[in-house]
């Protein structure tokens, strides 16, 4: 099955990551590609996300991460496209093409990946190309996460969440928090 998680709230990250600790509970063998959320190069910034370590502690999960890093402890959230970021996304989805092709893993999570379409650095044909891809192999379980919101993509997938912001404390200018958004 292909799930997408879409939608201008919180949340589909940490739904997708919930996910694949259920299937990695199960015995299931589960590759999480992180799109556009790259590592920090500095050791001392600790590990960027916080979720990343313990998902890298789990023997059958097995976690790539593919952009720049978006933000910096202390500093703030990097927005914009560079050519390094879209060379990343693209080395970002060469990665999940060969994870699907290669049918070594239960559950395949690409998280962020409908971003970059919304953004262009993707074609909305390429993530159909990957649902397809997906399908070849009735054992593997494909979601993809972000915030766009495409009738083409939704058409094709089997299962849509949107998460919908109703409120959220970002407007009230509280910072993203360590352990909560990141």
Not at 56 to 74: A, E, K, T
Not at 95 to 105: C, D, I, T
């Amino acid at each position: 099955m292909v799930q997408l998680y879409i939608g201008e709230g919180k949340g589909k990250t940490t739904a997708a990551i919930g996910l694949a600790v259920r299937a990695a509970g199960a015995g299931l063998k589960v590759a999480i590609v992180f799109f556009d959320k790259g590592e920090p190069s500095d050791a001392s910034e600790g590990p960027g996300y916080s979720e990343r370590p313990i998902l890298r502690s789990i023997p059958n999960v097995d976690v790539f991460s593919s952009g720049l890093p978006r933000f910096r402890r202390g500093c703030e959230f990097r927005g914009g496209m560079t050519e390094e970021d879209v060379h990343e996304a693209k080395r970002g989805y060469d990665l999940a093409v060969r994870l699907l092709q290669e049918k070594a893993h239960a559950l395949v999570v690409l998280d962020e990946i409908l971003w970059l379409a919304q953004v262009g650095v993707l074609e909305e044909k390429q993530l159909i190309a990957l649902m397809e891809l997906a399908r070849t192999s009735p054992e593997t379980e494909l979601v993809l996460t972000g915030r766009v919101d495409s009738p083409l993509l939704i058409q094709h997938a089997d299962l849509v969440t949107e998460m919908r912001k109703i409120k959220h404390y970002f407007n009230s200018g509280v910072p993203a928090r360590r352990g909560i958004e990141y």
